[in-house]
Each structure stands twice: as C-alpha cells, then as structure tokens.
C-alpha cells in the first residue's frame, strides 16, 4: 500500500513545494558542508556521514509517531514521506519541456536547466535530443526505480517490527543526491567527493539493471536486449550505461556523448520524436517496475 500510494501521489501531484522538499534541504545541507570543509577525503566522508546519520534517524523516526492504534495514520505518514524521494513525474514534465521548446537554442536552456550538468551550448539538436532520453532512461533508475528498491530492502531488513524502508530510500537519495554535488574530477572535488561517488556506485549496481532489464522486457524489441549487453559497460560510470543502452536499442537511436561513449553506434542520430518515444517506453517500464517491486515486498515480507 505504501509503494502504490507513493506512486499514485506522485502521478497526480509531482514535488513538493521547495522549501518543504526534503531533497532540497539534503542539497542545502551537502552544499553548506562543501563550503566550510576542505577538499580531503576524511573530510568529504565525515560530512557524508554526519548527514547520513541525520536523515537516517530523521526519516526512521516519523513514521512513528503515531501509535499502532491508528496504524492507517502511520502507513500514510509513510508514503507521504516517501513520495519526495521518487520524481517520475518531475522528470517526465522536463522532457517535455525540452521536447516543445521552440528552437535549438531554447531546448539547449531548457535541458541545461533540468536534466544535465554538461555545457549545453554547442550542441547539436541529435545530441539534445540525445542527451534527453539518456536523462530519462538514467533517473528512470535513479530517480524511481532505485528509491522504492531500497525502500523494499529496508522493509525487508528490518521486518514489521522495524520498518527500515524509508530510512533505506532516504539514504540512498541523500548519497545519490551527494554524488550528484560531489562527484566530479576536479581538483575541489576528486577527493572530497570519491567515498560518496563509490557509494553511490554501489547503490546503483542492482537498481541499474533492473531498471534495464525493465526497459527492455518493455519495449518487446530484441535489438534492445543486444545493445544492453555489449554496449552496457561502455560509460565511465559502471550503472549509468545500463538503462542507457537499453534505450539505445529499445527506440533504435544512437546515444552519445562525445569522448565518452557512443550507445548503440550502427544505429541513427535521434530526433524529437524520439523524445516522446522514450518518455512512453520509461512510461511503460516505470508502471511495470512499481508492480515488480510491490508484488515482491507482498510475496517476501
């Protein structure tokens, strides 16, 4: 119930608003923490862990509130809290956005804006468009699929005597969240940010190939399950390339970035269209994938 409810809240209302999204304060917190400490590895750890502590006590914490008396309370206040720590609908919506855009140089804005980190302004329309599914099929896993995984390990951990769910969901956005901030090869940032990095690495390596493997069962394209398997691994992150190159096969479109890696290379550069294709088959494995998830808590618990 708690997974379904979660779902269906973030389908028909998307985010919070922002001075009451939990993810928010997680930034604010690890961007305050990046400031004041020095770029070390002992130092980016211990910050990673001071925070980890906080959200882990927070988040075990509140659901309880409420006495097994009024045990609908706590199973709401539950999905509620949860909801925050998935964005299906937040990612969907930008990239639309990039999609509709009316020109080049607005989808350039508009998906520097939501989906990515990278210098958006000399791309080429095919490597927007690109850069689009690729975002889509990626947080499809990081955003979604990942959250709600760990959230049925720490159910299953902690048993019904102690529901670890939540904690484990919110751990693992606040490292993903971390990564997101910290991970990057820079001088400031090699070593402050390597502990959360590897973490986050970790994290991902199951929900990663689920959500592939989702992808793929979804599409009902063979070409999709070839283009995982040879091309899965040619990212520099050992998770990211998973759902990406799925999706490469899925719609049959190459996805590259350059000097990095080329998904799906025999096959044609993407178009706008394309977007649309990809948020329908993420669409699909995203229903899909919930249902997994929940049938597998229901069956194991």
Known sequence: MIILITWLLDLWLGEPPVRLHPVIWMGNYLRYARKKLPPTFLAGTAAWLGGAIIVFWITLLLPQIFPFTFYIFNLLATAILLKPLIAWRALREAAAEVMTAPDLPAMRKMLSWHLVSRNTS????????????????????????????????????????????????????????????????????????????????????????????????????????????????????????????????????????????????????????????????????????????????????
């Open 122 to 301: 000399d791309l080429s329309e095919a490597e927007v468009c690109g850069a689009t599914i690729e975002s889509v099929a990626e947080n499809l896993s990081d955003s979604l699929i990942a959250p709600l995984f760990w959230f049925v390990i720490g159910q299953l951990v902690g048993g019904p005597d102690l529901p670890l769910g939540l904690a484990f969901a919110a751990l693992y956005r606040y490292t993903n969240t971390a990564d997101a901030m910290w991970g990057y090869r820079t001088p400031e940032l090699e070593y402050f940010g390597k502990w959360t990095a590897r973490l986050d690495d970790m994290l991902n390596l199951i929900p990663s190939r689920l959500t592939a493997l989702l992808i793929c069962v979804c599409s009902g394209n063979a070409r999709s399950w070839q283009i995982w398997w040879r091309d899965g691994l040619s990212t520099p992150s050992p998770n990211a390339g998973q759902p990406m190159s799925a999706a490469a096969g899925a719609l049959g479109v190459r996805l590259t970035k350059r000097n990095l890696y080329n998904l799906g290379r025999e096959l044609p550069d993407p178009q706008k269209a394309d977007i649309t294709r990809a948020i329908a088959l993420c669409a699909r494995a995203a229903w899909v994938g919930v249902l997994v998830l929940i049938a597998a808590l229901h069956f194991i618990y």
